[in-house]
């Protein structure tokens, strides 16, 4: 369809406008997922904890959890360590 962003596959070159979009679409899609998911493992607090620290983590390095998702994922791991050791 001409004039159609693509949202499920890479899109074409030709289509560049679409990138951002795209890259958008994904962005939201996996902090949903991330947002969604309950740990119930030590390898998967470590998952959203990598997931947490790269969302707070600016161009220059600066890490900032205020005002980003990695602000609810902390306390999302909170929850999930407590949970995981029997107190949740």
Do not use: Y
């Not at 939201?28 to 740990?39: E, K, L, W, Y």
């Amino acid at each position: 369809m001409a004039g159609v962003c693509p949202t499920r596959v890479i899109p074409d070159p030709s289509l560049a406008g679409c990138a951002s979009k795209l890259i958008r679409a994904m962005q939201s899609s996996n902090r949903d997922a991330i947002s969604a998911a309950q740990p119930q493992t030590l390898a998967g607090l470590i998952a959203k904890a990598r997931a947490a620290k790269l969302e707070a983590t600016f161009w220059d390095s600066f890490e900032n959890i205020h005002d980003t998702m990695a602000e609810p994922w902390a306390w999302d791991l909170v929850n999930a360590l407590l949970r995981l050791a029997g107190e949740g």
